[in-house]
């Protein structure tokens, strides 16, 4: 399906590709190819960091760890490691750098990225 933007300039050639990336996301959608989103995202990255080392994790493969705490019901939670309150940015946060926020924590670094951290929060916030 083209777009009916024809591009004359630098500008005009950016608002194409946007029409036209726009259209592209619309017709995999329709084709059930949606795009992941933050959630989805987020349950793969828990496996791709191996969190269930750790920790177990509800519908994450491979999760059945025993020494961090259980993570079933996390979006209920007040609060993270008992201290911070239980937010989005906290959370991310958490997660990217656990120790800047409780400096004493047992939780190591994994080197999650803003994004990777964001998504695993958004899916540990989803669990209810």
């Not at 036209?20 to 933050?38: N, R």
């Not at 990255?45 to 269930?52: I, M, V």
């Not at 989005?88 to 999650?112: F, K, N, Q």
Request: aromatic share 4%; hydrophobic share 40%; with cysteine.
């Amino acid at each position: 399906m083209p777009c009916s933007v024809v591009a004359t300039s630098k500008q005009t050639k950016k608002m194409r590709a946007a029409c036209c990336g726009g259209v592209a996301g619309l017709l995999l959608s329709a084709c059930g190819a949606a795009p992941e989103t933050g959630v989805e995202r987020g349950q793969r990255l828990l496996a791709q960091y191996q969190c269930g080392v750790c920790h177990s994790i509800p519908a994450a493969p491979g999760s059945v760890g025993r020494v961090g705490p259980s993570l079933a019901a996390f979006g209920l939670r007040s609060y993270i490691a008992g201290e911070i309150p239980n937010r989005p940015d906290t959370l991310a946060r958490w997660i990217a750098e656990p120790a800047s926020l409780v400096p004493e924590t047992l939780m190591p670094d994994m080197g999650a990225s803003d994004a990777d951290a964001r998504d695993m929060a958004a899916y540990l916030l989803a669990l209810d």
